[in-house]
C-alpha cells in the first residue's frame, strides 16, 4: 500500500493548469512635471584619440594661431607706426640740413666774393710797397753815390 498512497501524493503534487485572466486596465493620472535633470557637461578637452577629439585639438589649435597672428599684426602696425614717424622726422632733417647746406654755400659764396675783393686790394698795396720799396732803392743809390762821389 505504500505504493498507492505514493501515486495518490504525486498526483495531487502536479500543478494544475491556470488559466490566464485578462489584465486590468490601469488608471492612468496626468503625468507630473519634475524639474529637468541638469544634463552632464562634456570635459573641456576631448581624448585625442577620437576624431571629434582631435577635431578639438585642430580648431582650439586654430584658435591660438588667430590670436598669435592677431598679435602680430598689432605688432606691425606698431612697427609701421613708428617706421613713418622716424621717415617724417628723417624728412624734417633733411629738410633742416639742405636748408643750412644752401645758407653755408651762399655764405662761401659770399666770402669767396670778400676774399677776391681783398686779394686785389692786397696786391695793389703790395703794389704800391713794391714800388715805394724800389724807389727808396734808386734814391738810397743815388745817395751814396752822390755821398762817396
Excluded: W
Amino acid at each position: 500500500m505504500p505504493k498507492e498512497e505514493e501515486k495518490k501524493e504525486e498526483k495531487t503534487a502536479k500543478p494544475a493548469r491556470v488559466v490566464a485572466k485578462p489584465a486590468r486596465k490601469a488608471i492612468i493620472e496626468k503625468r507630473k512635471r519634475r524639474a529637468a535633470m541638469p544634463t552632464k557637461r562634456r570635459p573641456k578637452k576631448m581624448r585625442t584619440s577620437t576624431v571629434k577629439g582631435i577635431i578639438a585639438e585642430i580648431q582650439s589649435e586654430s584658435v591660438e594661431i588667430q590670436k598669435g597672428v592677431a598679435d602680430m599684426h598689432v605688432g606691425v602696425r606698431a612697427i609701421e607706426l613708428s617706421i613713418n614717424e622716424q621717415m617724417k622726422k628723417n624728412n624734417e632733417a633733411i629738410a633742416t640740413f639742405n636748408a643750412g647746406v644752401g645758407a653755408l654755400y651762399e655764405n662761401t659764396l659770399v666770402q669767396i666774393k670778400e676774399n677776391k675783393d681783398a686779394v686785389a686790394v692786397i696786391s695793389s698795396g703790395v703794389q704800391a710797397l713794391q714800388s715805394s720799396i724800389n724807389d727808396q732803392i734808386k734814391e738810397n743809390i743815388e745817395y751814396v753815390k752822390n755821398f762817396y762821389g
